[in-house]
């Protein structure tokens, strides 16, 4: 695996994981540190020990409260080296709190803690030199110690401020998934999901022909007349409430709708999946319709009527536009469930003799017995009237 891998698997480790495995390393840092560290004075005794569990639970919190975390983590550092207890520097245990104090952007609690860590033994030096002579080497020894500890903090001052730009650029990657999940959203809200997915892979252009599919349209009875005589928000809210029903019966039964043309209503069965029972799905859709419209009402107040009609036969689908993408289909079928709807019957769903082959089985019908279809001459059409409680 190499590093990009294992950084990214890092990154998938939820956060309190992190935090306690941090802890324990810390921890067990600080307690070799001061087990190995040259003595000073007396041997490191449990007092001394406590300073490496100290500093592991105020890790463990640093990500709730920064700026109690690294003021504890520089008293208790502060505490330990007034002991004569084995040293130890000043950048080990505040590691942890002043890279976290850096990437949450308190770059002042940061360069606080490295000011007194880093220069108050410059202020000790020169103090004492005033008063008094010191030995050379103790200056030496004083002055190495406080440059030491001061460039070992400027580089965690530099780790911080790395954090903080990956946080940052994390923050941003977040920000650019969460619109890309806002606008997949808005494309699965115009297009199928697997026509999506081909379009985002780069195909182009997006076109299918299938053999058998079943088209419906819904059309509601004299609802224009009764849209001029009222307000453009009641007529928005009458359709709104009515197609969110024709919504969901279309997802219920697995159907794809295509798309509204003012008060009408198109959905097809069979693609973009073939379906062997599509005709039966958009049948059985078509009844809910019919009965579902008469709950609503028009502008006026009054019950709304619908004139469905289906067709079965041949397709093609793709996908058109660019800037406003819209899936559509073409071809004599659905020319013809639109004829079936537009010279049907309110309150009756009138199909074509191919769809009535499709569903006799199961369904009851009404001969219509011909009828003028513009474009293709006289036609046999049937109403569908109901489920077949027996079917043959």
Wanted: contains cysteine; aromatic residues 8%; proline residues 6%.
């Amino acid at each position: 695996m190499d590093a990009g891998s294992w950084w990214r698997a890092l990154r998938r480790v939820p956060a309190p994981v992190v935090d306690v495995g941090l802890a324990v390393a810390v921890t067990v840092a600080v307690a070799v540190t001061v087990r190995v560290a040259p003595e000073q004075g007396r041997a490191a005794d449990a007092a001394a020990y406590l300073l490496a569990p100290v500093i592991g639970v105020l890790a463990l919190f640093r990500r709730r409260w920064p700026l109690a975390v690294l003021l504890a983590s520089s008293a208790a550092l502060f505490l330990y080296n007034q002991t004569d207890y084995p040293g130890l520097f000043a950048a080990v245990p505040l590691s942890v709190a002043l890279a976290t104090a850096a990437a949450a952007g308190r770059r002042g609690w940061a360069l606080a803690a490295v000011v007194w860590f880093g220069v108050s033994p410059l202020v000790w030096l020169a103090v004492s030199l005033a008063v008094s002579d010191l030995p050379g080497s103790v200056a030496r020894e004083v002055v190495y110690g406080a440059v030491s500890d001061l460039a070992l903090l400027t580089a965690l001052l530099l780790l911080g401020e790395a954090v903080r730009g990956r946080r940052a650029l994390d923050r941003e990657h977040r920000l650019l998934l969460a619109e890309q999940d806002r606008s997949e959203g808005l494309l699965l809200n115009v297009l199928p999901a697997p026509i999506a997915a081909r379009l985002k892979q780069g195909e182009e252009p997006i076109a299918d022909r299938f053999q058998e599919v079943t088209v419906l349209f819904a059309d509601l009875v004299d609802f224009t007349p009764s849209s001029e005589r009222t307000s453009p928000e009641r007529v928005v809210e009458v359709l709104e409430g009515l197609f969110t029903a024709f919504d969901r019966l279309a997802r219920r039964h697995g159907l794809e709708k295509i798309k509204t043309i003012g008060d009408a209503y198109m959905v097809a069965g069979g693609l973009p999946e073939p379906r062997p029972d599509h005709a039966q799905a958009v049948a059985e859709m078509a009844l809910e319709l019919r009965d579902e419209v008469p709950r609503h009402r028009d502008p006026d107040g009054r019950p709304l009527a619908v004139r469905i009609g289906i067709d079965t036969g041949p397709v093609v689908a793709g996908v058109i536009g660019t800037d406003k993408f819209s899936y559509d289909l073409w071809g004599d079928t659905v020319n013809t469930a639109s004829r079936m709807e537009s010279r049907g019957v309110a309150g009756c769903i009138q199909v074509t003799d191919r769809a009535y082959r499709r569903l006799r089985d199961r369904y009851r019908f009404e001969r219509r017995g011909p009828i003028q279809v513009k474009g293709q001459g006289r036609q046999v059409t049937w109403f569908l009237v109901a489920r077949d409680c027996q079917p043959r």
